[in-house]
């Protein structure tokens, strides 16, 4: 736990990643601002600016000095979503680290139901906010959008784990102590993916709560904004898609040689029957043996893959624990983040000017 530069005790941190949001921002910010104030306890609001190019880095800037409490971080370039919420949980301060969409797009009320159910349930490391659960749903988002959301979560669901029913959204809540020790690397949107992936594998307690996912509208300079999904969704469902086939293969790699095997059993019997009935049985024969043979060799396979599964958590252990402290690279000296700066590819934090606190 860290304390808030008054030396309060700093108990929750929102973390709201953003990226070309001009039309928008301002109202956003301030709203969130207005929610948060009735939270219990002391708390921060991180905004970060992914490398917008519509002068919402100005726009962020300047919100800067709205409270003390909000704390804007950014860098020049776009590096995905989840470079920005890995940038501001790494910046966290508060025990619970709560990410969300920064236009509230998940219920005003979500980070405060998010709190309350970690508070709830001592020793939940994270608390997933999910449409797919009786009482949550979906409002005003486009159908099309809301069959491939159910889809793509059964889908991984199915490939990778079955912890949550909601796997791409970033509505969640952490312990911070457990979020900021995962070794985490994505860059994109399969960064959901990958916290529910190193989560189960560390043996993370995961609960979920019910929450209405609404795409809103918002009224700038005389004009109604519709809220819209910045996603590109072909790329997104061939990515994810991608991840959580290699994410735990075995689930899936077990399940056909157990269907090979039962399928070869059946050619078996149905050749034996065919002997038996004095009619040409030597191509069901073949094919069960072959299927047979396909099916020890994907059992074979997957246990190869199980041991490789097994390695790769240990390597994970090795990362957590090597782990740098959170923070640690925002508190280097001026000249040393230069120098790492300079490197091809490397990108600092730079939070901008707040109120004074």
Not at 8 to 24: D, K, T
Not at 206 to 220: C, D, G, S, T, V
Not at 233 to 242: E, F, W, Y
Not at 289 to 313: D, E
């Amino acid at each position: 736990m860290q304390d808030h530069p008054g030396g309060r005790r700093m108990e929750i941190s929102v973390v709201c990643p953003f990226y070309n949001e001009a039309g928008i921002l301002e109202h956003a910010v301030r709203q969130l601002l207005e929610q948060l104030a009735t939270l219990p306890g002391e708390w921060e609001l991180i905004i970060v600016n992914d490398g917008s190019t519509d002068g919402s880095d100005a726009i962020a800037a300047g919100l800067g000095r709205l409270s003390p409490r909000l704390r804007v971080l950014g860098y020049a370039h776009n590096r995905g979503r989840g470079h920005a919420l890995r940038t501001g949980i790494a910046a966290a301060r508060g025990d619970l680290v709560v990410t969300t969409e920064i236009d509230l797009s998940w219920g005003e009320r979500v980070v405060h139901d998010l709190v309350a159910a970690m508070r709830a349930a001592p020793g939940t490391d994270i608390v997933v906010a999910s449409p797919h659960l009786p009482g949550g749903g979906y409002r005003n988002v486009p159908l099309k959008r809301v069959l491939l959301s159910r889809a793509g979560n059964r889908v991984i669901r199915a490939c990778m784990s079955n912890a949550v029913t909601m796997n791409t959204g970033m509505t969640r809540a952490y312990q911070r102590s457990f979020i900021q020790s995962l070794p985490l690397s994505e860059d994109g949107k399969e960064f959901h993916l990958e916290v529910i992936l190193k989560a189960t594998a560390f043996g993370a307690r995961i609960r979920e709560i019910p929450a209405i996912l609404e795409w809103k509208e918002y009224k700038h300079r005389g004009q109604r904004i519709k809220r819209k999904s910045s996603s590109r969704v072909r790329r997104l469902i061939v990515s994810h898609s991608l991840f959580s086939l290699f994410a735990n293969p075995v689930r899936y790699i077990w399940a056909m040689s157990l269907l090979s095997m039962v399928l070869g059993a059946a050619f078996l019997g149905l050749a034996v029957l065919l002997l038996y009935l004095k009619l040409v049985a030597i191509y069901a024969a073949l094919l069960s043996v072959s299927l047979v043979i396909l099916g020890i060799l994907l059992f074979v396979f997957g246990v190869v893959v199980q041991q490789g599964n097994m390695i790769q958590r240990e390597l994970w252990l090795v990362q957590r624990s090597f782990r740098q402290p959170p923070g640690e690279e925002l508190a280097r000296p001026p000249a040393e983040r230069a120098r790492l700066g300079s490197r091809p590819g490397a990108t600092q934090p730079v939070e901008s000017g707040r109120a004074d606190g």
